[in-house]
């Protein structure tokens, strides 16, 4: 069947299923099968995939497909790494975002990926967030990816790729550009005044220089513009003692382990992965695609398919994005308890 307009009040997700040999396809089926109250799940995929999975995981239930002809059959092998399934894994996605933007879904979400196999295809690909940034003409130094658990929101300035690069791209105004696109996701979540804490990029934030220049020359200013453009904004702080405060609707990781790491140690297997600064809503899981839990050796679900959790949690936070949402105030003792996701 195909995706159709949802009716009112209805928020339609877009799936793209991931790489068709992992964990994409059942863990989107057993979502799209149980979705949230509101939410009306339109898997995009191969339908002879879907639909084996569908047979298996969710006998009965009516999906809403919206199929393509992505992957060859001699290609669907589960738990076999190949070049053809990261072909499918960005048409899968290149639909989904076709479908946001021409308003036949409200959010798409990502189910997980293998970027060896997407890179092996001979596609450049370093994560769904800069692909949805092409395929929506964001330049990439506009979008960032902000990791939402356990009450922590965290946006990343730079992401994958080595600690020498992402220092050499670091600038004043890309960080600039992570708190603009970090403050208007908070904003349109309801949150009028959202107060975003900056990590340093040194310990200590480079202790006034004694640990390094680098957060005198690139966060220290990058925060004065942020305050001078009304974002609350507040650091540049040591990440662990910014942290342990706890009293900031977001933050600024620098790198890319210094938002994963509290995020999977506080919440593993369970963190939604939100595209800010791109015009479209997009959430994905913040896992990989299990490949070698997909062989002819392993018959029995996956821990993280069983619990179709992980992809009903990047539905919830795509579907909570969709419409706006009234908050009191955005710091403080009353945003603490409500930071249970995004």
Avoid: W
């Amino acid at each position: 069947m195909s995706a159709a307009q949802g009716h009112a009040g209805v928020r339609r997700i877009a799936i793209a299923i991931g790489d068709p040999n992992g964990i994409g396809p059942e863990i989107a089926v057993r979502a799209a099968a149980a979705p949230p109250p509101g939410v009306a799940p339109i898997l995009v995929g191969d339908e002879y995939i879907l639909r084996g999975y569908a047979e298996r995981f969710a006998p009965g239930a009516e999906l809403q497909i919206a199929p393509l002809q992505a992957l060859e059959r001699s290609a669907f092998k589960p738990g076999a790494l190949d070049p053809r399934a990261g072909a499918a894994t960005v048409a899968y996605m290149r639909e989904a975002v076709r479908l946001c933007l021409a308003g036949g879904a409200d959010a798409v979400v990502g189910c997980p990926h293998s970027e060896t196999a997407v890179n092996r295809a001979g596609i450049a690909f370093n994560g769904y967030t800069g692909l949805v940034a092409d395929l929506t003409g964001t330049p990439r130094e506009k979008s960032f990816m902000m990791l939402v658990a356990a009450g922590l929101r965290i946006a990343h300035v730079t992401l994958h790729e080595s600690v020498a690069q992402a220092l050499g791209r670091l600038s004043p105004q890309l960080v600039v550009e992570a708190g603009l696109a970090s403050a208007a996701l908070l904003r349109r979540l309801g949150i009028a005044e959202p107060l975003i804490g900056v990590f340093g990029i040194n310990p200590h934030a480079g202790e006034d220089g004694l640990f390094g220049d680098e957060d005198e020359r690139i966060t220290k200013p990058a925060v004065a513009e942020l305050q001078r453009r009304g974002v609350r904004a507040e650091g540049p702080v040591g990440a662990d003692l910014m942290l342990a405060q706890r009293r900031h609707d977001a933050y600024l990781a620098i790198f890319h382990d210094q938002g994963h790491i509290p995020i999977k140690l506080l919440s593993p297997l369970r963190a939604s992965a939100l595209a800010i600064g791109v015009p479209i809503l997009f959430s994905s899981v913040a896992h990989g695609c299990a490949l070698r839990h997909r062989g002819p050796g392993h018959r029995r679900p996956h821990r993280r398919a069983r619990n179709p959790g992980t992809s009903r949690r990047g539905l919830s936070a795509a579907a909570g994005n969709a419409l706006p949402r009234k908050v009191e105030s955005g710091h403080g003792k009353d945003a603490r308890k409500r930071r249970s996701g995004a």
